[in-house]
């Protein structure tokens, strides 16, 4: 299985989610049969939008990306959020992003993970606002979460190895 993982980061979570889903599916290579090369990419969030080399990758590949099967990650704070936020913030999130993405490129998924959000990151004065309204600071990733949407991935790319190739062939 080809599998490009392209991601986007500025402080490092985003990565380590790529590297992450990259590994596992490169373990997976050992017991599968390719079946196509496929795209995922990744962004981690910065004010509602992909980090500037993620957007232009996506938009300006559109031709590439089109005919293969693509997924897209995107990594942000919405475990940070006060928990009522914590599941709309996530989806309105999606929405946003989905709708600065060429639609000639049809995703096979988008998924919202959260991220590192350090209280360093936010701006001082409104660190103390967060914290009052229910926000929290650390390390939110779910790779449990990862896992099972590589595994998911993988399935959709993959058959066993012995299993028999299908085609249709006229004569
Ligand atoms: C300046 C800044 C802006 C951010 N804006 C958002 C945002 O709009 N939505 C969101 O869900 N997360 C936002 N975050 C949280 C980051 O996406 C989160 O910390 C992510 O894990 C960062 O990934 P990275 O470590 O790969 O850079 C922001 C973080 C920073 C530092």
Known sequence: MTVLVA????????????QHVASRMAVARGEVECRSEAVVVGSAIHN???LPPALPFF??????LAIRPVWAFSV?????LPRPFRKRGA???QERLARVLVKE???????IFSGVYKAGQMPAPLRMLFRLVGGRFGDFRDWAADDGWTDQITD????????????IITG
């Open 76 to 80: 942000g704070m919405a475990d940070a």
């Open 59 to 64: 938009n300006g590949h559109a031709r590439e």
């Open 7 to 18: 991601y986007a980061s500025a402080f490092g979570s985003t990565r380590e989610i790529a």
């Open 91 to 93: 989806a309105l999130q």
């Open 156 to 167: 959709q790319l993959t058959r066993p190895a012995s299993s028999p190739s299908t085609g």
């Open 48 to 50: 509602q939008a992909w």
């Open 105 to 111: 490129v049809p995703l096979r998924g988008h998924e």
